[in-house]
């Protein structure tokens, strides 16, 4: 699709010659149109390129710092989110809360009416007292079996039933502890009649699922609360990158909502198997510098995983145009000599780049070049140019 729009440009680059050079007429302009109307190429002659000094060349093997681009998303670890849930069912009678709003840990975020634990408190009331009278009989029995005026099996009997009660008051002790009802308070005749409901973790809730009034069991999320604060990035790297990757390499993190930000990370874990029926596992990048943005679970990012100096495919970057937003370079598909001058005839092949460093890029072609395939090296923009403005100047 781009060769066939680029022959107008090279029309206009005929124009530009002519009024440059003088060697060109406007007849002569007008055939070579018509000649390359239906164009498959780009299509350049000998003086066209000697013009503009466009020179040929090949892909040279160079020492850069090399690259894995890779894309992902802002996750979080399974300790940093949380559903909120009650330990038993009853009606909401007041949210605290709203979507959004930072909690802490320990935070009451609703409250919860269940007439089952007025119950609750009178039994453990009862128990306790029950316990506290079955330790005095206890150390009484105890105290006399020492004396030799009691009986063993009436300080057995004592002994089992204060271990019983003491049992059971530990235990409906720790039911209170969970349903955060404080037992001293019940110990004092203070009953409550709404169970607290409390943050699992800091964060911010993200999404309230219950109104006043509503009735929720334990299998029912009330909110969820996210700690956006301990973001880090899961990226996909294909099986043929896995053996590049290394724990401890930097990366470079763009967003794709926001191509401006630019964040640092470090690979902290790989993951030991491949997702799904992809080629690919995910590995997992803390984020060094987001003090002051505003980063959220499942945003998209583009990464580039710096992997060290290796040899890598580079051109000069005066090779390499972008055409609507994407990378290319032109390539030698064929050279014809005719009585007057050559003919060259280029394809234009999509490149993903990397490391630019003393004048040369790493570049990824989409597919495959041929080994000894020649490029345009130098002033490879003239052609870019003229793809913009090619039929104004024709």
């Known amino acids: 699709m781009l060769i066939k729009s680029l022959y107008l440009p090279i029309i206009g680059l005929s124009a530009l010659i002519m009024v440059s050079c003088g060697q060109i007429n406007k007849q002569e302009v007008k055939e070579e ?24 060349g090949e892909v040279e093997q160079r020492e850069l710092n090399s690259f894995v681009r890779v894309n992902g998303e802002m996750n979080l670890d399974p300790q940093f989110k949380a559903d909120v849930n009650s330990l038993t069912g009853g009606i909401i009678r007041q949210i605290n809360v709203t979507e959004g709003k930072n909690v802490v840990k320990g935070q009451v975020v609703a409250y919860l009416e269940n007439t089952e634990i007025v119950e609750l408190q009178k039994d453990y009331l009862i128990v306790k007292k029950e316990t506290l009278i079955a330790q005095q009989e206890y150390k009484r029995q105890k105290e006399l079996f020492a004396q030799g005026a009691g009986v063993e099996k ?19 002790e720790k039911q209170l502890q969970q349903l955060s009802i404080n037992f001293e308070q019940v110990s ?28 929720v ?8 609360i996210l700690d956006n604060s ?11 990158d896995i053996h590049l990757i290394k724990i401890g390499q930097e990366v470079d993190i763009v967003l794709s909502n926001q191509a401006g930000t630019s964040l640092k990370g470090e690979i902290y874990e790989l993951n030991q198997s491949f997702e799904n029926e992809t080629k690919a596992i995910t590995i997992h990048a803390t ?8 980063l959220m679970q499942g945003m998209y990012v583009t990464a580039l995983i710096n992997t060290g100096i290796h040899k890598t495919d580079a051109v000069p970057n005066d090779a390499i145009v972008s055409i609507e937003g994407k990378k290319y370079i032109f390539v030698l598909k064929d050279e014809i000599e005719n009585k007057e001058e050559k003919i060259f005839h280029l394809k234009s092949t999509e490149v993903i780049t990397g490391i630019s460093e003393l004048g040369f890029t790493q570049i990824s072609p989409i597919n495959e070049l041929p080994k000894d395939a020649k490029i345009i090296k130098y002033n490879a923009f003239y052609i870019a140019s003229m793809l913009a403005g090619g039929e104004e100047e024709d």
Request: glycine share 4%; hydrophobic share 40%.
């Open 188 to 215: 004092a005749e203070n009953f409550v009649s709404l169970i607290p409901i409390k943050a699992p973790i800091t964060g911010a809730v993200h999404k309230i699922n219950i109104n006043i009034g509503s009735y």
């Open 287 to 294: 984020i060094k510098n987001k003090k002051g943005l505003t």
């Open 217 to 224: 069991d334990i299998q029912t999320p009330l909110m969820s």
């Open 230 to 240: 301990n973001l880090h990035c899961d990226l996909k790297v294909f099986e043929k």
């Open 154 to 172: 009436t300080l057995q009997q004592a002994s089992a039933n204060y271990e019983i009660l003491e049992a059971r008051r530990i235990g409906l």
């Open 33 to 56: 149109i018509i000649e390359h109307e239906h164009a498959e190429e780009i299509v350049l002659t000998e003086r066209q390129m000697q013009a503009v000094n466009i020179q040929f």
